[in-house]
Antibody, heavy 117, light 107 residues
Framework: EVRLLESGGGLVQPGGSLRLSCAAS????????VSWVRQTPGNGLEWVSA????????YYADSVKGRFTISRDNSKNTLYLQMNRLRAEDTAVYYC??????????WGQGTLVTVSS | DIQLTQSPSFLSASVGDRVTITCRAS??????LAWYQQKPGKAPKLLIY???TLQSGVPSRFSGSGSETEFTLTISSLQPEDFATYYC?????????FGGGTKVEIK
């Protein structure tokens, strides 16, 4: 059974940093692109970032480029999102998702990040 | 970036109704489009990929069609468990993008 479990969310002040983790199981982690997608309270979905199976290729939304860094540790089946210089508008539930070329077929339950003073 | 415009943004319907949601892309994306269903407090669930392929385990009352810039998600006979918000997503090129969502509520 495919499982994705996010952790690391919480309350952080504007300008601060936070690192999210996503522990994966039930599939060959290193064979798949994995993504981060966020959802602000009461709003729609926003794709944030993705990383190739090997970790060699990374992709970012313009809204987070230069502030967020995606990475993975295939030996630990874990995906990360390092978030720096956080802003109020980064407040959201962050989901990790196992992705194929044509869809994200499994999603975690999400972790809430709140950026506020 | 490729923009996806979903319509309508809100839809009120009754059980048994046929429902159609449209997703328009700002440029051609071949068939690299997926549809998701999301219920309050839950993660999105994949319904359709490659524009028209039903994900395993998804009821056959859901169907998708279209290519390039115009896509539709159809629910042939709305069931109580289908009241939710639906999103389209293009996976043609990075940055990946989602439509704004369509909330389906009970009339």
């Amino acid at each position: 059974e495919v499982r994705l479990l996010e952790s690391g969310g919480g309350l952080v002040q504007p300008g601060g940093s936070l690192r999210l983790s996503c522990a994966a199981s039930g599939f060959t982690f290193s064979s798949y692109v994995v993504s981060w997608v966020r959802q602000t309270p009461g709003n729609g979905l926003e794709w944030v970032s993705a990383i190739s199976g090997s970790g060699d290729s990374t992709y970012y939304a313009d809204s987070v480029k230069g502030r967020f860094t995606i990475s993975r540790d295939n030996s630990k089946n874990t995906l990360y999102l390092q978030m720096n210089r956080l802003r109020a508008e980064d407040t959201a539930v962050y989901y990790c998702a196992k992705s194929r070329r044509i869809a994200s077929d499994y999603w975690g339950q999400g972790t809430l990040v709140t950026v506020s003073s | 970036d490729i923009q996806l415009t979903q319509s309508p943004s809100f839809l009120s319907a009754s059980v048994g109704d046929r429902v159609t949601i449209t997703c328009r892309a700002s440029q051609g994306i071949s068939s690299y489009l997926a549809w998701y269903q999301q219920k309050p407090g839950k993660a999105p669930k994949l319904l359709i990929y490659a524009a028209s392929t039903l994900q395993s385990g998804v009821p056959s009352r859901f169907s998708g069609s279209g290519s390039e810039t115009e896509f539709t998600l159809t629910i042939s006979s709305l069931q109580p468990e289908d009241f939710a918000t639906y999103y389209c997503q293009q996976l043609y090129t990075y940055p990946l993008t989602f439509g704004g969502g369509t909330k389906v509520e009970i009339k």
